[in-house]
């Protein structure tokens, strides 16, 4: 079994990544800032090896790529990394010092999607900070395992579900009060015709693509595959879905995105044009092939299962 440093371990991915790692005999390190817990509780947390890093203090010193790999990891997984200095300073340290370095992307860095459902190796074209930056890193990691056989594994997950967090609805954005307005079986107005897609992925399934990753690292390393679930879905779809989840009819209207902008705060309409200028719809073909990849949610199901929670929870009421 293998030491494997898990960055950012306490987050979306990490809640249920850290204790699949545990239960399958693996020694595991978790660095976090100290400033969270994981969403959810897990006896496996009791076996791990809790170390508090402060990310942005030690990369300023430039310190942090040592620290860790100091910490003598066979495998490296990043879940928090956003910058192509970030990469760099923690990838120089490791160069020699590690089996293993899987790095978590998005599927932003497609940018707009051209040919659908879209391959991990088609050319991107990405836009925005975000997604810039982190095509960038792909290249970097990927160029490095190729030349100098670093031995690297890019992840690029959809919209992360998962419980404990407000997932990306069907307008767009993360605010449940559309859940509460699709509850009550009232009218929900979508920009445009409501056609432009998102990809979901539970974190769950993250967690399975990265141990089948480390599983199947002699075809994984020097690769980037995406994580998403098995289909796209549709704004219109989806709110459709959810109507009749709540045992609703469907209820929707549509209005031009200059209409339906106005008429939502500035934080919701910002969310959804970064999801719908995008609008992904990825392909899971390579991980299937290479890695067994083979997703146990759907958008939907991982979408229900978290509003089960959310409603138990108190998060969403009518």
Not at 206 to 234: D, R
Request: glycine letters at 8%.
């Amino acid at each position: 079994m293998a030491r494997i440093v898990v960055i950012g371990a306490t987050g979306h991915i990490g809640t249920y990544l850290v204790p699949r790692l545990v239960r399958l005999g693996h020694e595991v390190v978790a660095v976090t800032r100290g400033t969270s817990k994981p969403y959810l509780p897990d006896p496996a947390w009791s076996q791990v090896e809790n170390i508090t890093l402060d990310r942005a203090a030690l990369e300023k010193q430039g310190s942090f790529g040592t620290t860790v790999a100091n910490l003598q990891g066979d495998v490296v997984i990043d879940n928090i990394c956003f910058t192509l200095d970030s990469a760099r300073q923690l990838v120089e340290a490791l160069k020699g010092n590690v089996q293993h370095f899987l790095h978590i992307g998005t599927i932003w860095t497609h940018g707009i999607s051209e040919v659908v459902p879209t391959p991990e190796d088609v050319t991107k074209r990405p836009f925005g900070e975000y997604g810039i930056e982190k095509a960038a890193i792909k290249s970097y990691l990927l160029d490095l395992a190729r030349r100098e056989n670093f031995p690297a594994t890019i992840i690029h997950p959809g919209h992360i579900v998962g419980q404990g967090w407000a997932p990306l609805n069907p307008a767009g954005h993360f605010d449940l009060a559309v859940f509460e307005t699709i509850a009550r079986g009232e009218q929900l107005e979508l920009p445009n015709f409501g056609m432009e897609t998102i990809h979901h992925i539970h974190a769950d399934d993250i967690a399975s693509l990265l141990i089948n990753a480390m599983t199947n690292w002699n075809v994984a390393v020097g690769e980037a595959f995406h994580a998403v679930s098995p289909g796209a879905v549709t704004l219109r779809h989806y709110a459709s879905a959810m109507y009749r989840y709540f045992g609703q009819e469907p209820n929707l209207a549509f209005a031009s995105w200059d209409e339906w902008k106005s008429r939502q705060t500035e934080g919701n309409a910002t969310a959804t044009w970064e999801h719908i200028s995008r609008s992904p719809n990825c392909s899971i073909e390579k991980g299937r092939r290479l890695l067994g990849y083979a997703p146990r949610y759907s958008s939907l199901a991982a979408v229900e299962e978290l509003v089960r929670w959310l409603v138990a929870n108190g998060r969403i009421g009518k």
